[in-house]
């Protein structure tokens, strides 16, 4: 079974579009994070939900808005893409909230979006 | 600020030989520690981590990590590396304080016959 899932795995889009891209876990924790990987491989957070509650909200354009309908889903929906997102972001989850960075990650597979 | 360093881009080793991946950190206090993998396509995996105690962890796939203060370094090694383990991999510091992690830019390893 696949702990913590996301979709879609690749997305094309135009500039200007919405997006939204979903990520599931299976584990039952309560935390789960939102990561931005860009072309050199920096991979920095952009968001981190705890329970349904807004943790980390990293400096991210308001384009992006980070959803949590329960605990087991953090779905991110991005308005008017633009061709910096392009970018692979990644899902996460931790069992519980990260109280001083003690906690272990567990990622999804990522999702490619190519913004042209 | 924290800072993950990871000197090395990229490293090329021959399958059999030993490996050292160079992990450099900037943090006030002692951090906590983590190494992960990313096999091409593929999510982050957890090969160690360093909360406290022994200063050499033992983690997955044969990989071990020592942590040394005074070179604020957490320098991943394996003694025998095998084709499978070409891949990313990133080093990362979780905040004591902020509840924040932070990343090295990754080194990607490939690994020769």
């Known amino acids: 079974d696949t702990a913590v899932s996301q979709t879609p795995k690749y997305l094309v889009t135009q500039m200007g579009n919405d997006k939204s891209i979903k990520c599931e876990q299976n584990?039952?924790?309560?935390?789960m994070y939102w990561y931005k990987q860009d072309s050199k491989k920096f991979l920095k957070i952009m968001f981190s939900?705890?329970?349904?509650?807004?943790?980390i909200n990293e400096t991210v354009p308001n384009r992006f808005s980070p959803k949590s309908p329960d605990k087991a889903h953090l779905n991110l929906h991005i308005n008017s893409l633009e061709l910096g997102d392009s970018a692979v972001y990644f899902c996460?989850?931790?069992?519980?909230?990260?109280?001083?960075?003690?906690?272990?990650?567990?990622f999804g597979p990522g999702t490619r979006l190519l913004v042209l | 600020a924290q800072s993950v360093t990871q000197p090395d881009i990229h490293i090329t080793v021959s399958e059999g030989a030993s490996l050292e991946l160079r992990c450099n950190y900037s943090?006030?206090?002692?951090?906590?520690l983590f190494w992960y993998v990313q096999s091409p396509g593929q999510g982050l995996q957890l090969l160690l981590k360093?909360?406290?105690?022994?200063?050499l962890v033992q983690g997955i796939k044969g990989f071990e990590a020592e942590f040394k203060r005074s070179q604020s370094s957490f320098n991943l090694r394996k003694p025998s590396v095998h084709w499978s383990d070409a891949a990313e991999y990133f080093c990362?510091?979780?905040?004591?304080?902020?509840?924040?992690?932070?990343f090295g830019t990754g080194t990607s390893l490939t690994v020769i016959p």
């Open positions: 943090y006030g206090a002692t951090p906590y």
């Open positions: 990362a510091v979780g905040d004591r304080v902020g509840n924040q992690f932070y």
């Open positions: 996460a989850s931790s069992q519980e909230f990260p109280a001083g960075g003690r906690v272990t990650q567990y």
């Open positions: 584990l039952g924790h309560d935390t």
């Open positions: 360093y909360f406290s105690g022994d200063t």
């Open positions: 939900y705890n329970n349904k509650e807004l943790i």
